[in-house]
């Protein structure tokens, strides 16, 4: 398979997982919330309360933690400023 379809696959199952992530936050905030999730196919597969911990077991599990969507789940108290 060409590298730019693999690149376009990669992109294309990312945004369904950020897309899954935004409809599924709620749920995902109550289980999740003050840790880092990494998400793949639309599921939250490992989770910890710091970044360096998921990378390192992603990592352990999977290999390379570059294969997943990595996020930050906030509490109620959090405030976004942009």
Do not use: C, H
């Amino acid at each position: 398979m060409k590298e730019e379809t693999l690149v376009l696959e990669g992109l294309k199952a990312g945004t369904k997982d950020l897309e899954w992530f935004s409809n599924n936050f709620p749920d995902i905030k109550k289980k999740y919330s003050k840790k880092f999730v990494a998400i793949k196919n639309q599921n939250v597969v490992a989770s910890a309360s710091g970044l360096e911990a998921l990378i390192k077991l992603l990592r352990e599990r999977f290999g390379n933690p570059n294969d997943f969507l990595i996020d930050f789940v906030p509490d109620d108290k959090y405030i976004l400023v942009v």
